[in-house]
T-cell receptor, first 114, second 111 residues
Framework: NAGVTQTPKFQVLKTGQSMTLQCAQD?????MSWYRQDPGMGLRLIHY???????DQGEVPNGYNVSRSTTEDFPLRLLSAAPSQTSVYFC?????????????FGPGTRLTVT | AQRVTQPEKLLSVFKGAPVELKCNYS??????LFWYVQYSRQRLQLLLR??SRESIKGFTADLNKGETSFHLKKPFAQEEDSAMYYC?????????????FGAGTRLAVHP
């Protein structure tokens, strides 16, 4: 199993550009989520999904869209990039949405918006 | 407000010394608590969860509801323990595994 994969690893955008961060998992996990990590702060939840066709907002959803058309994929879309979205983005998945299950993280995407 | 606080950005110890990584939380209920670890060039991964009451790689963590703390301890640190450690809380209400992370503590174990 590849686990959770993320592409690209690095990306530089100009303000106003849009892009999609890809996330895929091959563990047939029900629950997937996106976090961002900024210097000196812990990871913060952007959006999450408890199954195909079901998504919801986390703590910092503004400026981001998600969709979950398949169990495997959970892309994160930046509609109009802003310098405040410069961050490291982590995708995670879990067997179940219930609280005690371990979350498996991807390697991260480092995004810089100039 | 739900919050996880890790007061130390860096904890530097010598090999064989005891280690305690502090974690305090703010939550009006009984949360699920976790420690995640990120070794150099590796992914963030689960180290232990309080509900399992387990010891992983010699680390233990006890939930103290009175002090709202979940400190991570190891009696004798090893060089391979050097990593970034994150304490995380998952609110039980709502039923979803939405982790709230602390800012992390970097543990450096010197030979």
């Amino acid at each position: 199993n590849a686990g959770v994969t993320q592409t690209p690893k690095f990306q530089v955008l100009k303000t106003g550009q849009s892009m999609t961060l890809q996330c895929a998992q091959d563990m047939n996990h029900e629950y997937m989520s996106w976090y961002r990590q900024d210097p000196g702060m812990g990871l913060r939840l952007i959006h999450y999904s408890v199954g195909a066709g079901i998504t919801d907002q986390g703590e910092v959803p503004n400026g981001y869209n998600v969709s979950r058309s398949t169990t495997e994929d959970f892309p994160l879309r930046l509609l109009s990039a802003a310098p405040s979205q410069t961050s490291v983005y982590f995708c995670a998945s879990s067997y179940s949405h219930t609280t005690s299950y371990e979350q498996y993280f991807g390697p991260g995407t480092r995004l810089t918006v100039t | 407000a739900q919050r996880v606080t890790q007061p130390e950005k860096l904890l530097s110890v010598f090999k064989g010394a005891p280690v305690e990584l502090k974690c305090n939380y703010s939550y009006s209920g009984s949360p699920e608590l976790f420690w995640y670890v990120q070794y150099s060039r590796q992914r963030l991964q689960l180290l232990l969860r309080h509900i399992s009451r387990e010891s992983i790689k010699g680390f233990t963590a006890d939930l103290n509801k009175g002090e709202t703390s979940f400190h991570l301890k190891k009696p004798f640190a090893q060089e391979e323990d050097s990593a970034m450690y994150y304490c995380a809380l998952s609110p039980i209400s709502g039923g979803y595994n939405k982790l709230i992370f602390g800012a992390g503590t970097r543990l450096a174990v010197h030979p």
